[in-house]
């Protein structure tokens, strides 16, 4: 029996999503349902027999690699913080899906809306911009959905908070929807109603957020604890 401590991974597959940097990205795949990227699949695995019969599958699992928050395995994290618990409680790292895995490694499951040449349309994505795919399987429903499972920890989704549009940021988001193609306010929307924001934060109506979402700065505040108000648009230099 081989007993080698190391195993060498190798990427299938490149996401292309519409976050730039981490911060907003929804803490569990499926809650922003509107967010949509693709997987450029990597030779050899962009010939079509690798995803032949996979246009009769509805969802898929993706293992991939948290390559922005790898693991220092001199001073592994065995406790983390999950946002769940407000920030500020620890957690086994075994009894959460906080980014500092052992090896790295990511489990999502999104729904696959077309099967393309070397190319994967998903939708309802929680992955980086570039994030490396190391395998694709498919969701069996009748195995993969456990109808008595459980977990009390997270027992159901987190509370969203309201979000509206200033007049300049709803047109800014009509007009930039309709040059990327994409449903910008429903995307904007299910992502910030999730509260990005640090729970231990209490920030004032001054003070203003924002993130990058494809070549876009979102920027916005708290009016009130309980409602976040998007102010503005705005293009990203590429300087």
Known sequence: MSSASHYSLRPIAIAHTPFAEKFAIPRQPSLAPSVQGE???LPPYDDARAVAGLEQVSHIWLTFVFHQTLTNHDKPHLQVRPPRLGGNEKLGVFASRATHRPNNLGLSVVELL?????RLLVGGLDLLDGTPIVDIRPYVPYADHITTAKNDIAAAPPPLIRVDFSPTAEQQAQQHGARLAQPLQQVITQC?????????QNPTPEREYGVQLWDLNVVWHYPSPERICVLRLEPVSNE
């Open 39 to 41: 997987l450029e699949l």
């Open 114 to 118: 077309e099967v393309r040449p070397g």
């Open 192 to 200: 910030l109603a999730q509260d990005p924001k640090p729970a231990y």
